[in-house]
């Protein structure tokens, strides 16, 4: 199957996936829901706010489509129809869930005296923190143009953003840690999903 092929030949990403996952997996199972957040958003300075502020972005909606139109723009018209079937689908399992969740995001989670860090210019929700949008996006995206994409020299530039867009959601004080490791696990078997029913489709 070319999905296994494509697979092995991203080894380098979804190696370094995995470690990323497992790693910070242990260290919300350590420190908590509660805990893991105030350690990882306890560092502020005002550099980093404006740079996250706009990083973030990479996780939108409106980028990935962005995405779909360059590829379309320099003809490759199966990468563009990837990358918007794959936003789709990731975008939905990840709104289906924030519906059914509806958990609380930091700013309505922590008593006013335990958060302080926000950033101004950034809208802070309040509500639909599980899992995160952004992440899941930036994280399907990122899977998919390695499954798609021959050169092992982007595989862990490009996990490494989409790491850093989840991270970006807990330093804007948008998500938990646990909504950032949902959204990656769900970005990247959405495109999985999407690059493995491509392959059976192209066949037929």
Not at 17 to 42: E, R
Not at 89 to 115: C, E, H, W
Request: hydrophobic share 50%.
């Amino acid at each position: 199957m070319k999905l296994i092929q494509n697979i092995k030949q991203a080894s380098l990403y979804f190696v370094g996936l995995s470690i990323f996952l497992m790693g910070a997996s242990l260290f919300l199972i350590v420190q908590g829901k509660s805990n893991s957040f105030l350690l990882i958003n306890n560092f502020h300075n005002q550099w980093l706010d404006s740079f996250f502020s706009k990083f973030t972005f990479l996780g939108d909606g409106i980028f990935a489509l962005i995405l779909s139109l360059l590829f379309l723009i320099f003809k490759k018209k199966k990468a563009s129809l990837l990358t918007l079937i794959t936003f789709v689908f990731s975008g939905l399992v990840a709104q289906l869930i924030k519906q059914i969740a509806n958990s609380p995001r930091p700013k309505l989670f922590f008593k006013p005296d335990v958060y302080v860090h926000f950033v101004d210019g950034v809208t802070v929700s309040n509500n639909f923190s599980f899992p995160s949008g952004h992440t899941t996006t930036a994280f399907a995206l990122a899977t998919l143009i390695v499954l798609i994409s021959e050169k092992k020299i982007i595989q862990l530039p490009l996990l490494l953003i989409a790491i850093l867009v989840g991270y970006s959601r807990i330093y804007l004080g948008q998500h938990f840690l646990l909504d950032v490791i949902t959204g990656a696990f769900i970005g990247t078997i959405s495109s999985l999903i999407t690059v493995y029913f491509a392959e059976k489709q192209i066949k037929k």
